[in-house]
C-alpha cells in the first residue's frame, strides 16, 4: 500500500469542506494522483446510509443505531473506494472518518469508548490515517455560523449546546492521545492561512508519494 490517507475532523461548520476544496484545487494544479470521499457517503450503499442518517423525522433515532450505520457507511466506503485507492498509490482526502464516530458518538452519545475503538478497527480493517487536521471552533462561533446558513439544519447539525461541548471535548482528548498524527488548526483564522497551512504539511506528503 503506497497511497496516503488524509482526514479532516471538527464539529459541525468548522470549515473542513472549504478548505478540502482549497486542498483539492491545488492537488489538481500540481497534477497529484488525488481523491476526495466524505463521510457518510462516498458509494451508492454508504450514500443511502447517509440519507437516514441525517433526514429529520419523527421517529427518534437511538445511539447505538446511529453509530452503527455510520459504522456500515465506513465499512463499505473503505472497502469500495479507500483501500483500492491507496494500493493504486493514489492519494485520499477524507471527510471524516472513523474519529468523528469517537467524537460524535462515543464522546458526545456516550457509547462506551473500548467499544467504538473496537468497532472502529474492525470496520475499517485497521487503517490508520497518515494525517489528520482538526479544525477547531468553539460554540459561540458554531452557533454564529448556523444563523447565517441559507438552509435548513440536518438532523446531527441540529444538536445541542451541551452535545456539541462533549464532542469538541472528545476531539481535544482524541487528539490529545494521538498527537503523531493531528494537526489542530484554528478554524477562526482567514480561509487563506488554513489553507495554507494545511499545503505546508499535504506538500511534504504528496511529495513523498509521488
Given amino acids: 500500500m ?23 484545487a491545488k492537488l489538481q494544479a500540481r497534477h497529484y494522483p488525488f481523491i476526495v470521499l466524505r463521510e457518510p457517503g462516498g458509494t451508492i450503499i454508504a450514500e443511502k446510509i447517509r440519507d437516514t442518517l441525517l433526514t429529520k423525522v419523527a421517529e427518534p433515532m437511538g445511539p447505538i443505531t446511529e453509530y452503527l450505520l455510520y459504522s456500515a457507511a465506513r465499512a463499505q466506503l473503505v472497502q469500495q ?12 482526502i477524507c471527510d471524516r472518518f472513523y474519529d468523528s464516530s469517537t467524537a ?11 467499544f467504538v475503538e473496537q468497532t472502529n478497527r474492525f470496520v475499517t480493517q485497521g487503517l490508520v490515517p497518515d494525517l489528520t487536521f482538526l479544525i477547531d471552533i468553539d460554540l459561540d462561533e458554531m452557533e454564529r455560523r448556523k444563523k447565517q446558513m441559507n438552509k435548513q439544519l440536518d438532523r446531527m447539525e441540529d444538536q445541542d449546546r451541551k452535545f456539541f461541548e462533549r464532542v469538541r471535548k472528545g476531539y481535544f482528548a482524541i487528539a490529545a492521545q494521538q498527537s503523531e498524527r493531528f494537526h489542530l488548526i484554528d478554524g477562526k483564522s482567514t480561509i487563506q492561512m488554513i489553507a495554507d497551512e494545511i499545503w505546508a504539511r499535504v506538500r511534504r506528503i504528496a511529495a513523498s508519494n509521488e
Fill in 104 to 114: 460524535y458518538q462515543g464522546y458526545g452519545r456516550g457509547i462506551d469508548l473500548t
Fill in 2 to 24: 503506497s497511497g496516503k490517507l488524509i482526514t479532516f475532523e471538527g464539529i459541525d461548520l468548522c470549515g473542513k469542506s472549504v478548505q478540502i476544496e482549497q486542498l483539492a
Fill in 81 to 92: 473506494k479507500i483501500l483500492p485507492a491507496l494500493h493504486q498509490g493514489v492519494l485520499v
